[in-house]
């Protein structure tokens, strides 16, 4: 186990019984938000730090659930011992999102009304609803203040969302990756991913369970799809270039490109562990993000109810969310008279880069969240 890993962590699960009314007029009665914590909250409980997962994310941000795990959780070069988002300093709390397919309810789960899995029934979520949620779990675990809520791609929007929604409950909001809403090329992405998954005739209309089924080959496609997105042109020729598996053509249609195989194996991966009625939730909740339609389509009117400071980062090969989406974001905070923070940093990983350990990254994450804890909890006044 490294030095510098939170180690061995097991996950907890809280129920609620209290029903959540959605975004789209539904209700969840009840509902269970599974969820890790790393490192130990102070007596004051100002130390707490919420991370926000991105869409195929979960509550598994660091560490391992037994020596058994070959990897650790999906954010491990950032939290832990001495790493950015430091465990003897924070209390850091990750969750699974309602609609997930890792422990929270979602698609997979019992519907109480019927005793079947809700399938295609459960609500469409909206980023708001997870943000409520998260809210009632922050109650529950007694921290009415986060020291900093912090998240990458879709996970910065639930932290803009939080800046917006529950303002006094945050001092410092740190976005990755991220935008104030999908472009029209974003949608439509998403939209050819979810008609991959809903055109594979093993979905059945999303009840696939009851019919002892998976529509693996929809799912594959549409995580092909989502990982090019995520991947540059240089991260992708530097990794494999026009490599072939073989070391020659072999004029079929089988692959035979090193991309091609890569990409075959993500797919089949993914379509093993992920819920497609989650996924066609996720990117839905995608599409639907846009706070400042709220505000006359004024992002500066919306971000200005904001109270805390934030660090907005951005990487230069990232064509998901270019850099220029979130300058959109820094430009609406400074018009609000908001503390902001700005990188742009270079990477060759597209948007994958804000999991990588880069060292550029890593660095000003780190300097801006060692002031994170002398603002909040360490007594400097700076």
Not at 305 to 318: E, I, P
Request: charged fraction near 25%.
């Amino acid at each position: 186990m490294p030095n510098d890993s939170v180690g061995l962590v097991t996950p907890q699960i809280q129920h609620f019984d209290e029903p959540l009314t959605l975004r789209s007029g539904r209700v969840l009665e009840k509902y269970d938000l599974i969820y890790e914590t790393y490192g130990e909250l102070n007596a004051d409980r100002s130390n707490a730090v919420l991370i926000c997962h991105a869409l195929s994310g979960d509550h598994h941000a660091a560490g391992y659930h037994s020596m058994d795990d070959k990897k650790p959780g999906w954010w491990e070069p950032c939290i832990g011992p001495g790493k950015p988002i430091d465990t003897n300093r924070f209390f850091v709390v990750s969750l699974n999102n309602l609609g997930g397919c890792a422990g929270s309810t979602g698609p997979t789960s019992t519907n109480p009304e019927t005793g079947k899995p809700y399938g295609p029934e459960f609500p469409i979520v909206a980023v708001r609803d997870w943000v409520n949620s998260q809210a009632r779990l922050a109650d529950v675990l007694g921290i009415d203040v986060w020291a900093a809520v912090i998240g990458g791609s879709l996970g910065g929007m639930q932290v803009l969302r939080w800046s917006i929604q529950f303002p006094e409950r945050l001092k410092h909001a740190v976005v990755i990756a991220s935008a104030p809403k999908l472009s029209a090329q974003n949608i439509a992405f998403n939209e050819v991913a979810r008609q991959a998954i809903a055109k594979d005739p093993d979905f059945h209309e999303g009840w696939y369970q009851e019919k002892n089924t998976l529509p693996k080959a929809g799912l594959m496609q549409a995580r092909m799809l989502g990982h090019l997105t995520y991947l540059s042109d240089d991260a992708m020729r530097q990794k494999f270039g026009r490599e072939l598996r073989e070391g020659k053509l072999n004029y079929s249609f089988a692959p035979e490109f090193q991309v091609e195989s890569y990409l075959h194996y993500q797919g089949e991966k993914f379509s093993t562990r992920f819920d497609a009625n989650t996924y066609m939730l996720m990117t839905k909740a995608l599409d639907y993000f846009d706070p400042a339609r709220d505000h006359d389509n004024d992002l500066r009117k919306c971000l200005s109810q904001a109270q805390c400071r934030f660090l907005v980062m951005s990487f230069t090969t990232d064509w998901r969310f270019a850099p220029a989406r979130s300058e959109e974001i820094v430009n609406a905070l400074i018009h609000a008279d908001k503390e902001v923070s700005y990188a742009c940093i270079e990477s060759d990983n597209g948007h994958d880069a804000f999991l990588l350990p880069i060292p550029r990254y890593l660095d000003i994450f780190q300097a801006y969240m060692d002031g994170v804890a002398e603002r909040s909890f360490e007594g400097a006044t700076a």
